[in-house]
């Protein structure tokens, strides 16, 4: 129980509440309400592999940078309380339950299978050449709501496109939040993030930009899809989370930065979920 725990802690799994609300909005949609509990089971599953697999690779990847961090010198690979080779079989257990999982949902699931891997894995890499490493990991979650759509369709549509980039740049822009704590770090050990390369008052402006985006996007979602009232009200109050997440650092404080983190985007994940429910179904 002890190992399970540690396990659990490793991969964070209660930043779960950040993509699979988006896999089962882009499902809902895609589905226009009408979905059976077998692909509700089979795209849990799925994410379920893919943030396991996602989250033991980074792990496994970053432990010797992650032992040279404060930040995270304490987590268990780098404190030798788990070995690489719990890693290797968690992201073992992850893979085959996405490789299942897909193949009970159609064809077009299961040949997209090697791009996500690629993305989901080789993110953990982008930090050692390039300051985009943000936007990639907004797009291995951005991939969520797409998997949901393509999951019920088996087609890439634009509006599934529409709500993978929110989510990429919803994603990618709490990362420039997030990376601001590492400055100093990252440039020591040579590595590569915006506010690294930029500063942090500039990682935090394009972060501002990239939220404004995402709610471009959503709303663009919301007119091709013709949503309602309930959607409208949703995508409000996501955009006014934003704007407080935004209130709470600064670039001399980051006193605040793990409530803006986690406690606001977790809230928005949640709202939006929510609320597109309650468009369709209530519709």
């Known amino acids: 129980m002890g190992k399970v725990l540690l396990v659990l802690d490793s991969i964070k799994f209660e930043h779960t509440i950040f993509a699979l609300p988006f896999a089962y909005i882009g499902m809902v949609l895609a589905a226009r309400g009408s979905v059976s509990w077998q692909q509700v089971l089979w795209i849990t599953v ?3 592999g893919a943030r396991t697999l996602a989250m033991a690779a980074n792990r496994l990847i970053d432990r010797h940078i992650d032992a040279l961090n404060p930040r995270t010198a304490m987590r268990a690979l780098p404190r ?3 070995s690489a080779g719990d890693m290797i079989l968690l992201g073992a257990v992850g893979a085959v339950a996405l490789i299942f999982a ?3 949902l159609n064809d077009l699931c299961v040949k997209l299978l090697p791009i996500a891997a690629v993305v989901l894995v ?3 890499y982008t930090k050692r050449f390039t300051w985009l490493s943000h936007f990639v990991l907004g797009f291995a979650d951005g991939m969520a709501p797409v998997g949901g759509w393509i999951a019920i369709t088996g087609s890439v ?3 599934a496109v529409l709500l993978g980039l929110a989510v990429t740049f919803w ?3 709490f990362d420039l939040i997030y990376a601001c704590q590492d400055v100093d ?3 020591s050990e040579g590595l590569y993030s915006i506010p690294a390369r930029f500063g942090i008052a500039a990682g935090l402006w394009l972060s501002i930009v990239c939220h404004a985006l995402t709610v471009l996007l959503l709303v663009a979602v919301g007119i091709s899809l013709g949503l309602g009232s309930f959607y409208w009200l949703g995508v409000a109050i996501t955009a006014g989370l934003l704007i407080y997440e935004h209130t709470l650092v600064r670039p001399r404080d980051l006193s605040r930065l793990t409530i803006a983190f986690f406690n606001m985007n977790g809230y928005i994940a949640v ?3 929510v609320f597109v429910m309650a468009a369709v179904y209530i519709r």
């Open 102 to 104: 897909a193949a009970q």
């Open 185 to 187: 770090f990252d440039r």
């Open 122 to 124: 080789g993110y953990n």
């Open 271 to 273: 709202t939006m979920f």
């Open 80 to 82: 030798g309380l788990l």
């Open 157 to 159: 549509d634009l509006e």
């Open 46 to 48: 799925a994410m379920a």
């Open 171 to 173: 994603i990618g822009g």
